[in-house]
């Protein structure tokens, strides 16, 4: 008997929950983590937290979209018939910007005044040799890349191959890679230095349908600044 009407009153409870959500005239949509923006039909409600209207129709659908840098965006609907009065949602980490780093320096070209010690200037026939400068460029760049491209001592030039980095939860991948320009004048021994950064779909990638992005993977973040720290005084062109 006592289990007959726990019983009952369990499934009361349930009946009277459903009642009151189905009463109840709003829905409220939580997001995690807080600073996630919100969009309702395509429309910005809010960070973390907004409250929509119930549809009355039951052909009515909220699109729900949440986005939060860092994490993978999401997309859910909410139909005429759901009964609840609150949804939560969770965002999942994007490994792609945890594993890259925002840079304004990526995508152009910076020049290096050269330190003194790594260039001699020939004044009676006006040029100037980077010999030192060029050897040591090539110790920094092989710590981070297996090999060197191209190499033009006469030209003034070097390039790096493409590096490839693939975040597969993401479905993104990441190419980079390093070009170096020899711009140097008696009155101005420098080199140009652009560190090329560009990302694509798993599916564009294999095309090689690759766009520029303002962002470069962690373990080269520290390239520029050693180029810079070791070569000279860096500034933008």
């Known amino acids: 008997m006592r289990t007959f009407l726990l019983a009952i009153l369990l499934l009361a409870g349930g009946f009277a929950e459903a009642y009151a959500a189905k009463k109840s005239p709003t829905i409220k ?5 807080n600073e996630a923006a919100i969009f309702i039909n395509n429309q910005f409600a809010g960070y973390g937290f ?25 997309e859910s609907k909410i139909y005429a018939d759901d009964m609840r009065s609150s949804v939560s949602y969770a965002l999942q980490d994007d490994g792609f910007y945890r594993s890259t780093a925002a840079s304004g320096l990526v995508n152009k070209f910076m020049t290096v005044t050269l330190d003194p010690e790594l260039f001699t200037i020939d004044q009676t026939a006006q040029t100037v040799d980077i010999s030192k400068a060029w050897k040591l460029l090539h110790q920094i760049l092989l710590n981070y ?3 060197i491209a191209t190499t033009d001592f006469s030209g003034g030039y070097v390039q790096t191959p493409w590096h490839y980095k693939a975040f597969q939860l993401s479905n993104k991948q990441m190419r980079t890679r390093v070009t170096i320009r020899d711009i140097s004048t008696p009155e101005r021994p420098a080199i140009q230095i652009k560190m090329s950064s560009e990302v694509a779909s ?8 690759f766009t520029g992005i303002d962002r470069i993977v962690k ?9 810079q ?3 000279g005084k860096m500034h933008s062109l």
Do not use: S
């Not at 373990?219 to 180029?227: A, G, H, V």
């Open 29 to 33: 949509i939580i997001a995690q983590p």
């Open 229 to 231: 720290t070791r070569l």
């Open 219 to 227: 373990e080269l973040e520290p390239l520029l600044q050693e180029l």
């Open 145 to 147: 890349f297996e090999e």
């Open 50 to 74: 907004t409250e929509v209207t119930r549809p009355k129709n039951k052909r009515e659908i909220i699109a729900v979209r949440i986005e939060c840098e860092g994490y993978k965006p999401l």
């Open 202 to 209: 798993a599916m564009a990638a294999r095309h090689g349908e």
